[in-house]
């Protein structure tokens, strides 16, 4: 009997990587910091750049990176979001989270993303986010949905859970939005060995609300501005993550390429529609469709 073949194989990265992954974990534990500090500013500093961002505030999962950014926002009860309406439950759960309605639209005919035709008709004077998902690792066109934000004044969040360092219609991923949640959630491009998420943005003033609202709503100790959580990013989650970056561009070229196998011997099969080879994304999942 063939020995059956994993879907994911999540010690495969710790076993590449052991010597590395063993000394950044070895030096959190030997630090004595084990909150914050600077392990999780070097990885929030490293990421930021890699994404093309001035400001990476990491948090405690996904989930909460959306949820922090509509809560600095303020964005509750009585205000629209658009959500895809083919996404993973947290883009919606983050919705709800603050109260807000969810507003969701159909994806393309031709794929899994949101089909933008639809944003337009779907707002109201209510709407006051979008939030598109680079869903599977493939890029969302996001140049008509900013322009369309930027003209009726709504804000744009990225929802790149899926898509670490995907690109597509020109750009990376997270760079026309108003800010991008992420996760690093072990199963991830880039993932922890835990929980992990992080908001990237080029607001300053955004950035700083995150760091408050992920820590109880303070950035001084004992002085708490705002109404909380305790949602951060965990040093030694950090210093895994800073590890494993490094690899991020040789791993998704090497998704693309185990993609185009699939492609290649998978299309002579009639009854099952291969996605397409988007030369900028990075296949977090490779999706087939059956009739």
């Known amino acids: 009997m063939k020995a059956p073949v994993q879907f994911l194989d999540l010690a495969y990265t710790y076993r590449a990587l ?58 509750g009860p009585g205000d629209d979001v658009i959500v895809p309406g083919h996404t993973f439950i947290a883009t919606w759960l983050a919705v709800t989270a603050v109260g807000a309605n969810l507003v969701p639209i159909d994806p393309s005919s031709d794929g899994f993303n949101v089909d933008v ?62 800010a991008s949640a992420w996760s690093f959630y072990p199963g991830k491009n880039l993932g922890a060995y835990g929980d992990g998420g992080a908001v990237t943005t080029n607001d300053r003033d955004l950035a700083n609300s995150i760091r408050a609202l992920r820590s109880y709503g303070s950035q001084v100790k004992y002085q708490h501005e705002l109404l909380g959580v305790n949602s951060r990013l965990d040093p030694i989650q950090a210093a895994i993550l800073g590890v ?26 009639g009854w099952l529609k291969t996605p397409t080879l988007d030369p900028g994304s990075v296949w977090h999942l490779y999706v087939v469709e059956v009739r």
């Open 18 to 75: 052991a010597p590395e992954l063993d000394a950044a974990t070895g030096r959190v534990l030997a630090s004595g910091w084990y909150i914050g500090g600077p392990e999780v500013e070097a990885f929030e500093q490293q990421f930021a750049e890699a994404v093309g961002a001035r400001y990476c505030v990491g948090v405690g999962n996904g989930l909460d990176a959306l949820t922090l950014v509509l809560r600095a926002w303020e964005i």
């Open 117 to 178: 035709t639809t944003i337009e008709p779907a707002l109201t004077e209510r709407t006051r986010a979008i939030v598109p998902v680079h869903l599977y690792g493939a890029a969302v066109d996001m140049e008509p949905v900013a322009r369309l934000a930027r003209a009726r004044g709504i804000k744009l969040l990225e929802d790149a859970a899926q898509a670490h360092l995907a690109s597509g219609f020109g750009h990376p991923v997270g760079a026309l939005g108003d």
């Open 244 to 269: 494993k970056l490094k690899y991020l561009k040789a791993w998704n070229a090497r998704r693309r390429e185990i993609a185009q196998r699939y492609n290649e011997s998978l299309n002579q099969l």
